[in-house]
């Protein structure tokens, strides 16, 4: 079974490969994630957005994926949680 992923490059982008297959040892992957973990529960989805804004993501692309997946409906103060504002 394919799994899509994400993962930090070390520019800060955010990145989502539908079909997985991340170089996990590349020197400009800092962290990779499966996307079926991470969207769990809108709590999940929160954590990890604070996880990778902590580890050097782009605030632009945290705002743009919190709100593409309209945590505020969830979690109202998520912005705060995930320290981008």
């Not at 800060?12 to 079926?36: C, F, M, Q, T």
């Not at 804004?53 to 705060?80: H, Q, T, V």
Request: proline share 4%.
């Amino acid at each position: 079974m394919i799994q899509g992923e994400y993962h930090l490059h070390e520019n800060g982008n955010l990145i989502y490969k539908p079909h997985g297959d991340v170089d996990r040892d590349s020197h400009a992957v800092i962290e990779v994630w499966l996307a079926s973990c991470i969207g769990r529960t809108p709590q999940s989805f929160c954590e990890w957005l604070k996880q990778a804004f902590e580890l050097g993501a782009n605030k632009e692309r945290i705002l743009e994926l919190g709100n593409k997946n309209k945590l505020d409906e969830y979690i109202p103060e998520w912005k705060e949680i995930v320290g981008v504002l």
